[in-house]
């Protein structure tokens, strides 16, 4: 969520209460350039200087490696500067968070974003790269563990990430009327009338368009915690 902010002394927790929003439940915020940082909640309570902005929060459904991929973006959309460290900086950085965000993130990446964000702090010529190479150092050192995670264990804990996303079907809601099978394309899905669908993670492309056309609400997708569900097609329990 964004929420516009004026130049000023404050704090996160101030800012939060006079744009109407409860720190409950937030991991982080990030106030746009040309303040340009992640605040964690263990200082929300501190004295910040601010800038004429947005302050965006995110909680447990955003995902951090996503988040900074946007604030990446939209850096470097906000400068014509085409020098070394912030130009092609901020383009390397863009292109490793997208592969993370796309569960193409190799082993390195990290440490590779890791080395080349002081450098943009220290060399880009535009504000923006510098801003762009604190972000990425802040982010890492308060999120490096769930943005890892999508090259290590291939999750993204927030289910944000389309890429990591499953898709389930769920035994207290499916009546088998097989209206997800006829909408999937790519045979992913085993049922027959009356029995509870079943989807196949190995063929799923995460399409949506099962979820699209259950009339009951039963498909559902997950990120790191994923629903029970049969391995196979079994009789329908659910009572009409
Ligand atoms: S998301 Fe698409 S590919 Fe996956 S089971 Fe549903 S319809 Fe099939
Ligand atoms: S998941 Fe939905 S569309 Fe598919 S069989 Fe069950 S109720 Fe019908």
Redesign the pocket.
């Known amino acids: 969520m964004d929420y516009a902010i004026t130049a000023a002394t404050t704090t996160v927790n101030d800012l939060l209460a006079a744009a109407g929003a409860s720190a409950e439940g937030l991991k982080a915020v990030w106030i746009s350039y040309p303040t340009a940082t992640f605040v964690t909640p263990d200082h929300f309570g501190e004295t910040i200087e601010v800038g004429d902005g947005t302050l965006r929060t995110y909680d447990d459904k955003s995902c951090m490696a996503d988040a900074l991929l946007a604030v990446v973006n939209e850096l470097r959309m906000a400068t014509e500067c085409t020098c070394t460290f912030g130009h092609e900086g901020g383009y390397q950085i863009a292109t490793i968070l997208t592969d993370i965000c796309s569960k193409k993130g190799k082993p390195g990446d990290l440490a590779l974003m890791r080395d080349l964000a002081p450098v943009m702090t220290s060399q880009a010529i535009c504000g923006e790269g510098r801003a762009i190479g604190r972000a990425v150092s802040q982010a890492l050192d308060a999120f490096g563990p769930e943005i890892e995670g999508h090259i290590t264990k291939k999750v993204c804990v927030a289910g944000a990430c389309k890429a990591f996303q499953t898709?389930h079907i769920l035994v207290s809601k499916c009546t088998g009327c097989g209206k997800?099978l006829k909408?999937?394309?790519?045979d992913?899905?085993l049922g027959k009338p009356k029995f509870v669908h079943v989807?196949v993670q190995k063929?799923?492309?995460?399409?949506?368009?099962?979820?699209e056309a259950c009339p009951e609400g039963a498909?559902v997708t997950a990120g790191a915690t994923k629903p029970k569900t049969p391995p196979k097609p079994i009789p329908v329990r659910r009572k009409k």
């Open positions: 898709y997800c909408a999937c394309d790519d992913a899905i989807i063929n799923c492309v995460q399409c949506n368009k099962c979820l498909v």
